[in-house]
T-cell receptor
Framework: LAKTTQPISMDSYEGQEVNITCSHN???????ITWYQQFPSQGPRFIIQ???TKVTNEVASLFIPADRKSSTLSLPRVSLSDTAVYYC???????????FGKGTRLSVIA | DVKVTQSSRYLVKRTGEKVFLECVQD?????MFWYRQDPGLGLRLIYF???????EKGDIPEGYSVSREKKERFSLILESASTNQTSMYLC????????????FGEGSRLTVL
């Protein structure tokens, strides 16, 4: 059973900033929040991971409020190539595997 | 770069056949995983392994078994394939822990007739 809830799908125009929010009301103290991206006919790939506040890398930003019950993946100025499924996962550094939910299907329109 | 290689991108098998899906990773990762992905259901964990000769059931192990005789290789076995095992199978590995960054292969699309 997925520990996260995220929208099934989103649409955006090219050049816009896209924010995908994920709810994880039962996140544990030791849990990290991780986002993956999956293109058609490929395996998912890691985008970003965070524990609290804000994390930014060359691909995206991850915003985590103080209560950590939700997180927002922000993709700046999306292009058509950002069309993919985005998964939000929570888990700690132990040996319990991450659970993938159904993800959010982002469609970027020209 | 980490490379996770799955032996076959596409397979077509008949009901009742024994099927082997092979996965090899080249980064000395401790953990390896097998998922299946079906439309509308996301990725579901079949089996995972922390170390050589160790295996743990995931969420949907029924009808599958695994083998990890060497650290770099994790095989998924369908003892007697059935049509409801038609799916995309994804192998992944991670270095530090089961919840660490996962590196996925490109997937093996299995069709069981």
């Amino acid at each position: 059973l997925a520990k996260t809830t995220q929208p099934i799908s989103m649409d955006s125009y090219e050049g816009q900033e896209v924010n995908i929010t994920c709810s994880h009301n039962n996140i544990a103290t030791n849990d990290y929040i991780t986002w993956y991206q999956q293109f058609p006919s490929q395996g998912p790939r890691f985008i970003i991971q965070g524990y609290k506040t804000k994390v930014t890398n060359e691909v995206a930003s991850l915003f985590i409020p103080a209560d950590r019950k939700s997180s927002t993946l922000s993709l700046p100025r999306v292009s058509l190539s950002d069309t993919a499924v985005y998964y939000c996962l929570v888990g700690d550094e132990g040996n319990t595997p991450l659970v993938f939910g159904k993800g959010t299907r982002l469609s970027v329109i020209a | 770069d980490v490379k996770v290689t799955q032996s076959s991108r596409y397979l077509v098998k008949r009901t009742g056949e024994k099927v082997f899906l092979e996965c090899v990773q080249d980064m000395d990762h401790e953990n390896m995983f097998w998922y299946r992905q079906d439309p509308g259901l996301g990725l579901r964990l079949i089996y995972f392994s922390y170390d050589v000769k160790m295996k743990e059931k995931g969420d949907i192990p029924e009808g599958y078994s695994v083998s990890r005789e060497k650290k770099e290789r994790f095989s998924l076995i369908l003892e007697s394939a059935s049509t409801n095992q038609t799916s995309m199978y994804l192998c992944a590995s991670s270095a530090t822990s089961a919840a660490g960054e996962l590196f996925f292969g490109e997937g093996s699309r299995l069709t069981v007739l």
